[in-house]
């Protein structure tokens, strides 16, 4: 609950944050049932001496619903064939991952971002999506590169655009970016 309610991370993450117990409830069942139908896979991250929850690894495919979840901000252009050959729905996943703010930047989730892409080369999950809302989130970015995932594709906020031009955006760093990794 502590991940999913506190804002910064929520923004980082992608997606509202919690604010009652009752959310909290509504998503440990949904990845229950994401699990049972073989939709998901979520892995906690807990301190290896005191047993405590410190994050969370999720891995979603993207021949559920949630590719029309994660690609909900474009509207009906996730649709679009050009924009479809940019993903492989019928094999492909996509990779989100927190920690609470303390156990950041300790090397902590690339261990862990490790392990499951272990389990993915394993499972013969591939490829691999990730997404990072902006570019200054370089922890994310760094773990990512760190475990060979490509400059897939490239994300800005149709807002942002109204309001700024192109150039202003790339340096600011006003955008996102699409991660792919195979086997």
């Known amino acids: 609950y502590e991940i999913r309610s506190?804002?910064?991370?929520?923004q980082l993450f992608g997606g509202p944050h919690l604010t009652n117990?009752?959310?909290?409830?509504?998503?440990?069942?949904q990845m229950k049932f994401e699990r049972e139908n073989d939709i998901s896979y979520f892995w906690t991250i807990v301190l290896k001496e005191e047993k405590e929850f410190i994050g969370f690894v999720r891995l979603m495919s993207y021949k559920s619903n949630y590719y029309d979840a994660s690609f909900s901000a474009i509207g009906e252009h996730k649709f679009d064939s050009e924009f479809l050959k940019y993903f492989d729905r019928e094999n492909g996943w996509e990779l989100d991952y927190a920690l609470l703010r303390n156990q950041r930047n300790?090397?902590?989730?690339k261990e862990a971002v490790g392990a499951v892409l272990e389990f993915c080369q394993l499972e013969n999950i591939n490829p691999v999506y990730a997404k990072v809302n902006h570019m200054t989130n370089t922890a994310t970015v760094s773990v990512l590169k760190h475990h060979n995932f490509q400059d897939h594709l490239p994300q800005i906020d149709q807002t942002l655009l109204e309001?700024?031009?192109t150039e202003t955006l790339i340096k600011n760093k006003e955008f996102g970016m699409i991660y792919k990794w195979t086997v």
């Open 163 to 165: 309001k700024y031009d």
């Open 21 to 29: 117990d009752l959310d909290n409830k509504n998503f440990v069942e």
């Open 6 to 10: 506190d804002k910064e991370t929520m």
């Open 106 to 109: 300790k090397g902590i989730m």
